[in-house]
């Protein structure tokens, strides 16, 4: 084990007024390494990337960028969040900049780069994810595909060493689903870390390094794709699986 | 010619005739409607005096360009205010939308300011400014009513549209921020880059609504001395006796305000239109 860990999260607890929505989560992410979380609905997904994202404070815990711990009271996160990617589930680009601005926005304000340097760069992400076309656009004249593919491109341009990625094709269409995760494929032999919530469970076995499986704000269980979701040692991750493929998710 | 091409299908040909029938009835009850008026007006009982004491068409001829020259004093008043409004009604909604402890202060001074001014009528307020705050100052180059009329103003419709302008930040959704946060953007880069710009386009018709009644309420300074077209028009009256310069005076402000009324009305239909609400006749 010589990889180093890029993100390590020590004993996180949040709750919400009297809900308790994570409870004590201990992870470790290496550089590189590409970990999905599944679980049902509420058991605190969305949370524990949001939170390790800064964007929303937790109660107790340690979050280690590179070993440094950013959720240290009195840091100040900007700087912090920079270097970690997120993308959500509904995309959230801007919808007053093309899309050229949208990808152009973070470099410019945050890293200080010139306008016309940041949208060259923009560009050059837009063309390799197959964006070309749609440079000029606004984001509500593109399909939610497009959106999406956007959304990463414009979380890249800022060089994150993370990413966290929000069940990020659960608001599109199937047949668009497809061209988000192959940007996704692309990104792991980019060799990229990656902290992915998703209910793809058919993905998330193929690209998963390891597969998290969080209950009530805790994660019940984890393990390689194979092991995980073919020989689940919990009763509630056998549960949970049988549902999703009740539900023909699998 | 005439008949329905091959080209249209049954539904357009329907929507066509559809669209001239109501034309049609469009324009005939519009002439009846006018020949109505203009048949029964004159004969209203003193339709005569009416005409002459409001409708004096030598006397309104004679007076209008005085009025159209006072009327420059609110033509500068309405444009000085503009601007000050704008950029202090966005402070304020921006102050009331901090959330940092550091900032409380001016939260509430912020809280205070409008209730304080959208409470007290906008008269009241130019009544306390105009007179009270020359009577504090000895200073004659300060104590002019033009400017603190403007101020009072100001003052007054900065509380109003703040409150816009703070609806429209707070109508900007919670994941907009989030996603500029997550780049790394701080809060003060977020609002102006991303949270305000998105705000402003979307309180731009009702802000047109607030600006016509700017257009209308300038006049509310010259009572307390300024002449502009209503002090004059004011004094037109009471020399002629007659009321046709104040008829004058509604004109010269309708020209203003029907245009801009118009125009907002637009922008509001293109807004809907944008948000994807269509009206359903
Ligand atoms: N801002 C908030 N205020 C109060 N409660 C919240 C807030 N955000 C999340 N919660 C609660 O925290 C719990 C976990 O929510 P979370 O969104 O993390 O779940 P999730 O696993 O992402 O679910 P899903 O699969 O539906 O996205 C839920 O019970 C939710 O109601
Ligand atoms: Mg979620």
Redesign the pocket.
């Known amino acids: 084990m010589s990889t180093p860990i890029k993100l390590a999260l020590r004993g996180i607890t949040k709750s919400?007024?009297d809900?308790a929505?994570l409870r004590g989560i201990d992870l470790e992410v290496a550089t590189g390494e590409v970990i999905t979380l599944i679980?049902?609905?509420?058991?605190?997904?969305?949370?524990?990337l949001r939170c390790s994202n800064l964007l929303e404070p937790i109660d107790d815990g340690e979050i280690l960028l590179d070993g440094f711990d950013i959720a240290e009271p009195g840091l100040d996160p900007d700087p912090l969040r920079r270097r970690i990617g997120m993308i959500f589930q509904s995309f959230n680009l801007f919808p007053h900049m093309s899309v050229v601005d949208n990808v152009a926005i973070g470099p410019r304000k945050v890293l200080g780069v010139s306008k016309d340097q940041a949208r060259e760069s923009a560009r050059e992400l837009l063309v390799r994810l197959g964006l070309e076309s749609r440079i000029d656009a606004y984001p509500d004249q593109m399909s939610g595909g497009q959106q999406q593919r956007v959304a990463i491109a414009r979380s890249l341009a800022m060089k994150p060493e993370v990413m966290l990625l929000?069940?990020i094709t659960s608001a599109l269409d199937p047949e668009l689903v497809g061209e988000v995760l192959d940007v996704v494929r692309d990104l792991k032999a980019d060799g990229m870390t990656m902290l992915f919530?998703t209910?793809e469970m058919n993905f998330a076995r193929e690209i998963s390094d390891r597969v998290c499986f969080?209950h009530q704000g805790q994660i019940l269980e984890q393990g390689p794709p194979e092991a995980l979701f073919s020989q689940p040692s919990e009763a509630r991750t056998q549960e949970f699986l049988q549902r999703v493929t009740d539900a023909g998710r699998i | 010619m005439a008949g329905p091409e091959p080209s249209l299908t049954r539904r357009e040909v329907y929507e066509r005739e559809r669209r001239r029938r109501g034309a049609f009835i469009g324009a005939t009850s519009t002439i009846a409607a006018i020949t109505a008026v203009v048949v029964l007006v004159p004969r209203a009982p003193r339709w005569e005096q009416v005409k002459q004491s409001f409708f004096d068409v030598d006397l309104l001829r004679e007076s209008f360009p005085d009025l159209l020259r006072a009327f420059w004093l609110d033509v500068q008043i309405f444009a000085w205010s503009l601007p000050l409004i704008f950029v202090l009604s966005l402070l304020v909604a921006i102050a009331r939308n901090s959330r940092s402890p550091a900032l409380f202060p001016l939260r509430a001074l912020a809280v205070v300011f409008t209730d304080v001014f959208r409470g007290v009528p906008v008269i009241l307020t130019i009544y306390l400014i105009g007179f009270g705050i020359p009577g504090l100052i000895p200073s004659r180059a300060w104590s002019n009513p033009l400017i603190w009329g403007t101020v009072a103003l100001v003052l007054s419709y900065s509380a109003y549209t703040s409150e816009v302008f703070r609806a429209g930040i707070e109508s900007v959704h919670e994941s907009q921020r989030a996603a500029a946060r997550s780049l790394g953007m701080s809060s003060r880069q977020t609002m102006r880059s991303v949270v305000l710009p998105q705000a402003i386009r979307r309180v731009i018709p009702p802000l047109m609504n607030s600006l016509v009644s700017l257009q209308k309420d300038v006049a509310l300074v010259s009572l307390i001395g300024p002449v502009e077209v209503l002090r004059r028009a004011q004094n037109q009256t009471s020399l002629a006796a007659n009321f046709t310069p104040y008829v004058g005076a509604a004109i010269i402000f309708l020209g203003l305000t029907i245009p801009c009324t118009r125009i907002a009305d637009h922008l509001l239909t293109r807004e809907r239109r944008r948000t994807g609400a269509t009206a359903i006749s």
């Open positions: 919400f007024g809900t929505v679980g049902a609905s509420g058991s605190g997904k969305s949370t524990l929000d069940e919530a209910h969080l």
